[in-house]
């Protein structure tokens, strides 16, 4: 069973900056994608960002891309979401996710594993 923890989230000024983190168990962390998503009230669960096995390969939505950066330490089992210039409209829950494979995809049903979110707040 992989258990997936996420910390970092809280409440920042639009323009302001936020490091999502998101730690996995188990020993083979480095051999899957990871992703990031995210839920707005009242909305659906939507793509943010993926990464593949290695960090070689990284995806955005056109809505944050330009704006967050993920990344990964293989070593320390972790992968990370660094938000620049957010904007109301980027609060949510953030949610990280393992792909059930090595390579990123953005559909949301690529993931078996989930973590129990972090809130973003982003006031204008």
């Known amino acids: 069973q992989v258990q997936l923890v996420e910390s970092g989230g809280g409440l920042v000024q639009a323009g302001g900056s936020l490091r999502l983190s998101c730690v996995a168990s188990g020993r083979t962390f480095s051999s899957y994608a990871m992703g990031w998503f995210r839920q707005a009230p009242g909305k659906e669960r939507v793509f943010v960002a993926a990464?593949?096995?290695?960090?070689?390969?990284?995806y955005y939505a056109d809505s944050v891309k330009g704006r967050f950066t993920i990344s990964r330490d293989n070593a320390k089992n972790t992968v990370y979401l660094q938000m620049n210039s957010l904007k109301p409209e980027d609060t949510a829950v953030y949610y990280c996710?393992?792909?059930?494979?090595?390579?990123?995809?953005?559909?949301?049903?690529?993931?078996?594993?989930w973590g129990q979110g972090t809130q973003v707040t982003v006031s204008s």
């Open positions: 996710a393992r792909n059930r494979r090595h390579w990123a995809t953005i559909e949301g049903t690529a993931y078996d594993y």
């Open positions: 990464i593949n096995w290695s960090g070689g390969s990284t």
